[in-house]
């Protein structure tokens, strides 16, 4: 039997692994310890000694074990976290860390658009379904082509050269407000905010060619995503 | 008595259980072991050995002891707990966890409906209740069908063959918008987002038949329902 | 003395009580297993095995302590706990648990006024106040009288023998909004949504009687309100 | 050295802790208790055996070291905490969290203003600024004047001798919205809905000295705030 | 070897360290603790004895290993914490969670704008804009400072000698709502309210150089920011 139990004791917790799991990643420090370990630090009990956080290495050992790494849904120590696996001299988890705090990365987007109801001629379809045409969307460039992507459409924004700055010219692709509420919460953004407003009467005649009820039911909607 | 104590060392994390419950899944990996338990890996102090994650395992050993999966109302390590059921190899377990991940299929749904009071005859009643005609769904066909079921009206959405886009031609066959809302948070979607706006005044006198004072309420409030 | 301490090893986590404690409640099956204390199942240090989750063992204790149920504010694992309890037959935890758990029954209540401000005479009150006639309520009927009691006006209801329907033909018989957010927040609902919209302005003459500048403020507000 | 080590099996959970910390409070059950220590209940290891909670106790003895209440800031075990403190005879620590109990009394406050801008002569101004005369205040009387204090102004409430009531006839001696949402949010209220809402446009002539681009941008803005 | 293995007993909790990390901060109680262990507590496995917090001391052991403090993203046992840096004096740690702390002074800031579309001559462009000339900020004029610094323009505001006030005539010197926003969430803000509304319309013809159908959209969304 190629693999043999370690018992260790990191900062006061106790894990149980094995010399296999443990030596997995060739040129981390717990492969070097391993290795080493007739001159390793010893507690009272004989467990191999680490003067790290004994917590966080709940998930060290889980990325040995299976090689990716897998975090509760709401875990809340990854920069702590990051700061063990740089420690322990773990490039592949650095690199998972990294992503997924970079994937982190706060901003807000704000999408609205201008909608009114579809009444057909002289108003007699039985529903009326919400009309809108074009999805604005603004924020920084470089956070809306992320979460967009090939849906975004900058042709209307003066200066694209620049990805370092903020921008209300950006608009949709497609005129569906869900799919683009479901990409920003993909991306792990939140809406926190949503205002709505109506638009002024004019006692000027309508203009030829506009439908009056249309006009009357003009409203524009703002919604304000924040990621964190 | 058939059954006799187990004392098991899971990553470091200690569980005391029976061997009946040990066994329970013939062809899981925890049957396996326990047949072969002379050949187990074992601690110090003598526990059956383990190298995975202790704490998930508390809710292995709850599904070997009453058969069903019962989590904690927040539990955040689904995916985690997934990564370990497969391990153990416990294909009802698996099954329970997928079951209750495609549940959380994230998604978004507006709801949204033109709204007044109504006034009976010359404004005389002495109360005026939300009078409203259509509830309008919009989102991702599927997520809409699995939410709504049999009170969705789809007659009126053009490309009915086609589940993965989306739609705004969605309505339902009641007009109880606490049922719609029921229903939704029913299916895990929360309300993140409101919008109301009400309508513009026209110079125009109005048409016959029209209700002056409802026409001056009309609003549409929009809301939007997200599940993560 | 007549009580004695007993140690207990509960699916691995360790409790310290006395018989008297174990034994408060004659049926359950904690008293049945201390009055067989000799032929229960023993850990290796001599400690009553019990095969159950040891963490929801804490509030099992708890119970038979001081006879009443409770939990912590955000408790999250009632369902859980329930299935524990009804383990252990302990029909007082249970019956707690399950009032505790249907006091919980998810819903959706809205709650709308029509408002305006009061302004005197010739609006020359200094300050103008909040003016509202009628609370409207709509939701499930029963939910609706589970929350408003005798607050609730069914008057003009027409259907008000069924209960499992929805109603948007409640109403409240005080005006004070802050009272029916209190009432629902005691009940465990949180408003989770709002929306505001004034009304269209008209080229008509303003009816005798009507003051125009509290008709220019009219608006109509809607708060959600969602027990999970 | 005056003080000697105790060890403490509190229903499983083991504590050290000093004679001097033990019997900080002379009247409590854990001052009786150290001191007829040779009758005390033992566990196997011979530390003194306590047959309550064992988590709660580490805010107990928290209290006797430092003789004051320092709780994390999102701690959801008050209740069950105050049950221990009743058992353990602290008077000073019951004290403590009734207090901390009563000030998280829960409640709505809803606060609204009717606004619009500053546009100067002739609307020449570069900027228009928030311009509100009275902040409207409506809820429970004991709470908002718990809130509020010295800024609220009564005058005008028609029956201020009776507490137990609501109103909305209060407003604020001053002008600063955010200094009330301040005052609100340093009380442990959240802000969890708010409604906009502009007015009707009128066929009439504006009255002489109104100024029409103001009276165009009129609206009520209403924030709901609620305790837990 | 320089360091020795130090076995803590922390008011029950045991944690395992070396006399290096112990004794990093040359004027703490930890090393004068150390430096005088013949004469301190010991519990009865020989572990020196300290009568303080089992749990925190997690964190005293991780600043003394690392030297910087890395707190969980949602850790809220700060004020707890600070009061333990305080009894083992521990200078660099009270600084950073007194400025940890301080970061987190609670506060409101109400951002709004007055806004429209770009119709562009005659309505013709295809896409409308969203149009906002200025941004105003009110609320605490030290706070306004911290979370805009430059981009904040005090130059309307009549009282700018004064900090401890509040103001509603800031504005801010750019018209990028999201940059605002993005400042806003990076100082701990979050968006917890939003209102919208349009404007009234009038019978009067409009101004000559007016854009009618611009005009007709105009609307004010106020955005509520809380830092708690």
């Not at 799919?179 to 030829?208: I, R």
Request: net charge neutral; proline share 3%.
């Amino acid at each position: 039997m190629s693999s043999e139990i370690v018992e260790l004791n990191v900062g006061g917790v106790f894990y149980t692994t094995t010399s296999r799991t443990l030596t997995t990643q060739p040129d981390s420090k717990l492969t070097i310890l391993f290795n080493n370990k007739e001159n390793a630090l010893r507690d009272s009990k004989g467990r191999i000694f680490i003067d790290r956080d004994g917590v966080l290495f709940r998930y060290i050992i889980d990325f040995l074990r299976d090689g990716t790494l897998s975090l509760p849904e709401t875990f809340r120590e990854k920069e702590r976290l990051k700061r063990e696996a740089e420690y322990y001299q773990l490039p592949a988890l650095i690199e998972s860390l990294t992503v997924n705090l970079q994937h982190q990365q706060p901003g807000v987007i704000t999408v609205g658009y201008r909608g009114s109801f579809q009444f057909g001629k002289d108003g007699l379809a039985d529903v009326k379904f919400r009309k809108l045409s074009r999805i604005l969307v603004c924020g920084r460039v470089s956070l809306c082509r992320e979460v967009f992507g090939e849906t975004l459409n900058e042709s209307r924004d003066p200066d694209h050269g620049i990805v370092e700055r903020y921008t209300s010219r950006f608009f949709l692709k497609h005129s569906f407000l869900e799919q683009a509420f479901d990409m920003l919460t993909e991306q792990g953004f939140k809406l926190v905010g949503s205002c709505g407003s109506g638009t002024a009467g004019t006692a000027a005649e309508p203009k030829p060619g506009v439908d009056t009820e249309e006009n009357k039911w003009n409203h524009y909607n703002e919604f304000v995503f924040v990621r964190e």
